[in-house]
């Protein structure tokens, strides 16, 4: 609206944000998880909006809504499915550590530049995802996250080998670099291929890295040739058209804005693809990072 409306904002009295916040919303103190996984804490945001027929009215001057309750779009029915994994005992071991962390910060312990929350909360996110993330001596974990996955996706794509349905997995984190490190992509494709899924059908997003490779590739999804495709927020986001034969999304982590879920599951949830029905899987792992990412992505 500043942007868009600076003049009609100044003509109201509602130039600056807080003159805007007091007219249309409304702060809220309530109990939530902390962000390193463990206690809880009380937190102040901006929660609610107030006189919204006059904030609405106000918006439409500038802005076309179109919903997708509103447009009425043939797109598929999801059938969520949250699967909570029980943490190991070094994951458990290190969200204590990742608490201690952040109570040393909060006191003003520690020098910002030697640690600090952006880098307690990424050290969280890549706990909750893998182990080996943190540490690539540590074993593989039999209910890691990336373990649950391949044995759902592999599931699915054993009952739909006559449709040649596809599958989306996201993973922000751990993307491949190609220097002989610890991903969690190439984990995950080693284990379909120890179950018998040909290497061929499975790709990485990042190897299509112009635009020619990256059309070949979504029209090998479209056409059931590639039954796992796997990828990032940035590079699987928005731009990808490979509706048609989707069956599963798997989130493998969560990302930092509420509008990637939806870029994400854009994907599946679209027009055109020939399943009535999909299955989006969120993998969690208890007591960590991942609990509070998830609960804040539903506040927001």
Partial sequence: MRYLQYNTLQRLGLGHFDSWAASFGETQTAIELAPEGTGYRAKTRFAKFFNLP??????????????????????????????????????????????????????????????????????????????RLINDMLPDEENSKATTCVDKAFEIWE???????????????????????????????????????????????????TETRKAELFAKVRSGQVRFLLGSTAKMGAGTNVQDRLIALHHLDVPWRPSDIEQQEGRILRQGNMNDKVKIFRYVTEGTFDSYSWVRREVA
């Avoid at 509103?70 to 059938?79: S, T, W, Y």
């Avoid at 949250?82 to 909060?106: F, T």
């Avoid at 989306?168 to 284990?191: A, M």
């Fill in 54 to 131: 006059e904030l609405i009215a106000l918006f439409k001057e500038s802005a076309d809504i179109q919903t997708p309750d509103m447009l009425k779009l043939p797109v598929p029915e999801a059938d969520y499915e949250n699967i909570v994994l029980k943490p190991s005992e070094y994951q458990q071991n290190m969200v204590q550590s990742l608490a201690d962390r952040a109570e040393a910060v909060r006191d003003r312990k520690v020098d910002p530049s030697r640690d600090n929350m952006l880098k307690i909360t990424n050290d969280g996110r890549k706990l909750a995802l893998d182990q």
């Fill in 159 to 209: 009952h739909t080998k006559e449709q040649k349905s596809a599958q989306l997995i996201f993973c922000d984190l751990s993307t491949p670099k190609g220097d002989g490190t610890f991903n969690v992509y190439e984990d995950i494709r080693d284990k379909l291929m120890a179950k018998g899924v040909p290497e061929n059908e499975i790709a990485f997003i990042h190897d299509a890295n």
